[in-house]
């Protein structure tokens, strides 16, 4: 069965404190590791894609990493317009994708 | 910039009734995807469509909920009757797949939901 596991489940940082979201995942089949950020109330916004095992990728304050069972989304100096839900997503055979619960990162100032 | 669009943006109603939900993908995209997420879950796929056909409905509860994409462009997805626990966030998305390589999907911004 396809799964996807994020953890923490739940963050809280300092603003400035760097951090890791660790996202383990099944190997087979897999087309594609998917990051989102989620605001309450909103749709997931597209952050990476990452398809091979030491692809890296980086956006501001984010990186995001693969290795052969699992992703990190790495955060370096967070402000508090970094505070949201971070899901993570395997693709499937056929496109789909297969979400973790996610990880709620809240950043004080 | 092109984005996913969705209608309405909150939905009240009450069990028993029918509810439609209409999705406008990103121009070109030839797969859509509706998703329902449960609060504090991440999302999971009821039903994928390449062009007007479906690709995957196996998590579509097939008495109840019903979609479509008649020209292959806007999506609509129905509940009839509606239950309490179909309370959620219904997101679609849309990709330019299904090669490899063009996996990634964009969302809008959701129907929420609240069945009474």
């Known amino acids: 069965e396809d799964q996807v596991t994020q953890s923490p489940e739940a963050l809280r940082l300092q603003e400035g404190e760097s951090s890791s979201l660790n996202c383990s995942y099944t190997v087979s089949g897999l087309r594609g590791l998917f990051w989102y950020r989620q605001d309450p109330g909103k749709g997931p916004e597209f952050l990476f894609t990452?398809?091979?095992a030491g692809e890296e990728k980086e956006k501001e304050r984010l990186k995001a990493t693969l290795t052969k069972k699992e992703s990190f989304l790495h955060i370096t100096a967070p402000k508090p317009e970094d505070s949201a839900t971070y899901l993570c997503a395997r693709g499937g055979s056929q496109g789909n994708l297969i979400f973790g619960k996610g990880t709620k990162l809240s950043v004080k100032p | 910039e092109a984005e996913v669009a969705q209608s309405p943006r909150y939905k009240i109603t009450e069990k028993s009734q029918a509810v439609a939900f209409w999705c406008d993908p990103i121009s070109g995209h030839a797969t859509l995807y509706w998703y329902r997420q449960i609060l504090g879950q991440g999302p999971e796929l009821l039903v994928q469509f390449q062009d007007e056909s479906v690709v995957d409905d196996s998590q579509l509860p097939k008495d109840r909920f019903s979609a479509e994409r008649l020209k292959g462009v806007d999506s609509t997805l129905k509940i009839q009757p509606a239950e309490l626990g179909d309370s959620a966030m219904y997101l679609c998305a849309s990709s330019s797949g299904p090669a490899e390589g063009q996996e990634t999907q964009y969302f809008g911004p959701g129907t929420r939901l609240l069945v009474l």
């Open positions: 990452l398809y091979s």
